[in-house]
């Protein structure tokens, strides 16, 4: 590269310049990343942050030429001075793992199941050291994993990936990622498949890896909590280029770019708690004579296994007056999902009463039952999957109506059309197929169908976890706007207390199958009683560096004491 | 919320709505669909209307033979040549393709419909249903495929048509039922059959509107071909005696009467192989171009 005039400065470990990804699809090329340009300096954290599609995954897969065939890559990517995608394969396969390396989203597919993971560490390292010896590379699996704070290292290298948690999986991964000393280390969205406890550890144990390691780190995220916790810089991406790139408190502080601030704008708050309560049509004491929507007593759903049964709720209660959000909230394998297909008739009632718009569940007759579905509308967290690919939106959408209501011809047209209009979707968008829409447009139609008949009670379930956080944003108002307009209901299911905040009114908190705490938004979330809540409410984070800093902090300071 | 956050979810630019586009003009665009559809137009015609095609070249009659001409080549009048009996081939592949047309589509009928009832019951229903028709498949599965047909054949005693698809049919649904049932059971799970349940909908419309639609594709390819592969069957168990019978004219018959020379009268094998090979290409293809017209992703 003799025109190249740059000094190279030596603090700059990745330099990615002007770096162009199409991929050639059926003869069409489509631009994934335009004229993307970053460099990550020695021990920092960079954070590549946008929402799916904007080209942030696929700029760090082509800087390992990890991208798919069909990919053409332009630009340069400059590495201990050389151009990486001048490599040749087997150079290029030298340097992953070695010199830099990747943690990816889902740890428990990324380990493999029949090998323990200390036989998975000693492999990576004795593939990249062929001098190692076995005994050696057993001391280093455990200095690794002491680094990244697995409980008893020597013990843990005896499991296999299923007798260890999410958390405890991802920091193996990280282990993994860090055995040879790479420069550089990748991480695909690290935590975006981790619980927010869970989260938390893998954060906290990135956050300390900077004061022992000497690997910078590129943090690919879509989530401006985990960037506000971990990152050092900020590079903002959309549609594959890069619209601003600065320190982060100076990005929170003052966004240059229109797109960061509606990006941090769209990041679900807390609304002002006067503002909810004119929200709601009929608060609370509308008199004793009115029945709960959905009353839920002493719950318990057993799941039937090969071994045993698998008790996923146990004893809950809870009811949902007419007109009123109550948030199940909840971390993965709390049963908040299963109290949910419960009052759907979807999971077995074990014991325990269940009474969904004043119909009981396994007493009054199977007929009865089916009656009362017609008042219940229900949204999924994948709108993908709830979708029936094979029929088109307004076939979706109408056929509640066609069933329950005996709407045929003209008049069934005329609702499907209205109700795609109630959610903001063009009326002419009913002979759409499902994968024709974007992910926030399919969310609409489920709303739509979920409230064709204008339902008592609607239940949805992790309905915006599946979108990005501008996309979640609208369908939140969308909700929260038809709620208000038709007054029904919602049992609404999540695990993101952000989320909880700018929408519901009451929150009931899941933990094992039990419940744990159950009261008012404000009560809940500013003063937890429980301590299950509490380390839930403190774990998710904030898009306000100064916030988490001075979080973990107080956590770090805890755990000394 | 501010503007650029709420166009991120509906592209201005791309608000209208789009042309309506059903099965048919998918399908009339596509060259794939009218191939095969123009050689199962000429297999039908054969079917309905065998003696007049067997006429073009003079010689229709399939049971006029001459011995003298035994396994002679194509002469004029004669474009295929002769069998080892003297008798016109042309006029026997054409003769024969009722009966090896109405045997492969029969068999795989009634295999496909005991399969998709039987399949979409255990793959729903799970538990007991499930097991006793998952026994009863290993049961079937484990026999072998021609020594059963002969079984059963031998003790119908009675060889039309109807029996021997019968015969085939019994040990042909056992595959496409496991099939349906682990279909059915992937899409089962499915949030929008869930959905669909939620929103209180019978179990009828639910199966025959979100579950079969969704499942039912692979089962289609494999029905396809098996229509081919049932035709060949047919021609082995004619080969050992148990199929049709002659003066019954089938492929299978013409083939298993051509194998023995096939070195001395390679015609005698390729003119009736062709016939078949093309009939279980024109099928296979049909299958392939409706499945992909059937799927709206494929559109």
Same mark, same amino acid.
């Given at each position: 590269m003799t025109l190249d005039t740059r000094t190279t400065d030596p603090d700059v470990v990745l330099a990615v310049e002007d770096l162009h990804v199409e991929f050639v699809v059926e003869g069409r090329s489509h631009t994934a990343v335009r004229s993307a340009s970053w460099e990550l300096r020695r021990g920092e954290v960079l954070a590549v942050v946008g929402e799916s599609g904007s080209g942030k995954s696929v700029s760090a897969m082509a800087v390992l030429g990890l991208l798919p065939r069909n990919a053409r890559v332009t630009g340069h990517v400059r590495h201990g001075g050389r151009d990486l995608l001048t490599l040749a394969p087997r150079e290029l396969r030298a340097l992953r793992g070695a010199q830099i390396s990747v943690v990816f989203q889902d740890p428990s597919a990324a380990l493999d199941p029949v090998f323990t993971v200390g036989q998975q560490v000693v492999e990576v390292l004795r593939a990249h050291r062929p001098g190692m010896t076995r005994a050696e590379a057993r001391a280093r699996a455990v200095e690794l994993f002491t680094l990244v704070d697995l409980p008893d290292p020597e013990a843990r290298l005896?499991?296999?990936?299923?007798?260890?948690?999410?958390?405890?999986?991802?920091?193996?991964?990280?282990?993994?990622? +860090?055995?040879?000393?790479?420069?550089? +280390?990748?991480?695909?969205e690290p935590t975006t498949a981790l619980d927010v406890t869970v989260q938390q550890e893998v954060l906290d144990v990135l956050r300390a890896l900077r004061g022992r390691v000497e690997a910078s780190i590129v943090l690919i995220t879509h989530d401006m909590g985990v960037v506000a916790d971990l990152a050092d810089r900020v590079v903002v991406m959309r549609h594959g280029e890069v619209v601003e790139c600065a320190p982060v408190q100076e990005l929170f502080d003052a966004p240059r770019a229109a797109y960061t601030r509606a990006l941090l704008d769209a990041v679900p708050r807390r609304r002002p708690a006067d503002a909810r309560r004119a929200a709601a049509p009929a608060p609370g004491g509308t008199g004793a004579a009115d029945r709960p929507v959905l009353l839920v007593e002493e719950l318990v759903v057993e799941y039937r296994q090969r071994r045993g049964a698998v008790r996923a709720v146990d004893g809950v209660t809870l009811r949902v007056d007419r007109g009123e959000i109550l948030a199940l909230v909840g971390e993965s394998g709390s049963g908040k999902s299963t109290i949910g297909r419960c009052a759907l008739g979807l999971a077995p009632l074990t014991a325990g009463r269940v009474q969904v718009a004043g119909v009981q569940l396994g007493r009054d007759t199977p007929r009865a039952v089916r009656e009362s579905r017609k008042r219940v509308g229900v949204v999924f967290q994948n709108p993908m999957a709830s979708l029936n690919p094979r029929r088109t939106v307004a076939d979706s959408v109408g056929e509640p109506l066609y069933v329950h209501s005996g709407l045929r011809g003209g008049a069934l047209h005329a609702r499907t059309g209205a109700l795609l209009d109630s959610v903001e979707l063009p009326g002419g968008w009913g002979g759409r197929y499902p994968h024709e829409l974007s992910g926030g447009q399919r969310q609409r139609v489920a709303i739509a169908r979920a409230i064709a008949l204008d339902p008592e009670l609607l239940i949805a379930d992790e309905p915006t976890s599946a979108l990005d956080v501008s996309v979640q944003a609208t369908v939140l108002d969308l909700l929260a706007d038809i709620q208000q307009r038709l007054g029904f209901a919602c049992l609404f299911i999540t695990h993101d207390l952000a989320v909880v905040g700018r929408l519901c009114d009451r929150v009931a908190v899941l933990a094992g199958g039990r419940l744990v705490e159950q009261g008012r938004l404000e009560q809940v979330l500013d003063a937890p009683a429980d301590p299950y809540t509490r380390r839930l409410v403190a774990?998710?984070?904030?898009?306000?560096?100064?916030?988490?800093?001075?979080?973990?902090? +107080?956590? +770090?300071?805890?755990?000394?004491? | 919320m501010t503007g650029v956050a709420v166009t991120?979810?509906?592209?201005?630019?791309?608000?209208?709505?789009?042309?309506?586009?059903?099965?048919?003009?998918?399908?009339r665009r596509r060259a794939l669909f009218w191939v095969p559809v123009a050689g199962i137009v000429v297999l039908t015609v054969l079917t309905v209307a065998p003696g007049w095609v067997a006429g073009w070249f003079g010689n229709g009659d399939p049971r006029v033979c001459d011995l003298s001409s035994s396994a002679d080549g194509p002469v004029a009048g004669h474009p295929f040549g002769f069998d080892r009996q003297g008798c016109d081939v042309y006029a026997n592949v054409v003769h024969g393709t009722r009966a090896s047309l109405t045997v492969g589509l029969t068999c795989t009928l009634i295999a496909f419909a005991l399969a998709v009832l039987l399949g979409t019951l255990a793959g729903l229903r799970g538990g007991l249903a499930d097991r006793v028709v998952s026994r009863v498949t290993d049961v079937f599965l484990g026999f072998p495929f021609l020594l059963g047909a002969i079984v059963v054949l031998n003790s119908f005693g009675e060889r039309s048509v109807l029996s021997v698809s019968l015969a085939l049919a019994l040990f042909v649904w056992?595959?496409?039922?496991?099939?349906?049932?682990?279909?059915v059971r992937s899409v089962r799970d499915a949030e929008f059959v869930q959905a669909a349940r939620a929103m209180g909908f019978g179990t009828w419309r639910v199966v025959s509107r979100h579950v079969l639609p969704n499942a039912i594709g692979p089962v289609l390819a494999i029905a396809t071909i098996t229509v081919g592969q049932v035709i060949v069957a047919e021609s082995? *168990?004619?080969? *050992?005696?148990?199929?049709?019978?002659?003066?019954?004219?089938?492929?299978?018959?013409?083939?298993?009467?051509?194998?023995?020379?096939?070195?001395?009268?390679?015609?005698?094998?390729?003119?009736?192989?062709?016939?078949l090979a093309v009939t279980v290409f024109c099928l296979i293809t049909l299958g392939d171009v409706l499945r992909d017209a059937l799927d709206p992703r494929q559109r």
């Open positions: 005896r499991f296999y990936p299923h007798q260890l948690s999410g958390g405890q999986c991802q920091r193996v991964m990280i282990a993994m990622a +860090l055995a040879c000393d790479p420069a550089v +280390l990748i991480a695909d774990a998710a984070p904030v898009p306000d560096p100064r916030e988490q800093a001075r979080r973990r902090e +107080l956590r +770090l300071a805890g755990a000394m004491a | 991120a979810d509906l592209d201005p630019t791309d608000a209208g709505a789009l042309p309506r586009r059903g099965v048919w003009p998918g399908l056992p595959a496409m039922a496991r099939l349906v049932r682990s279909s082995t *168990l004619t080969f *050992l005696g148990l199929g049709l019978r002659s003066p019954a004219i089938s492929w299978g018959l013409q083939l298993s009467n051509a194998q023995a020379q096939l070195q001395n009268a390679p015609h005698m094998l390729l003119f009736p192989s062709v016939f």
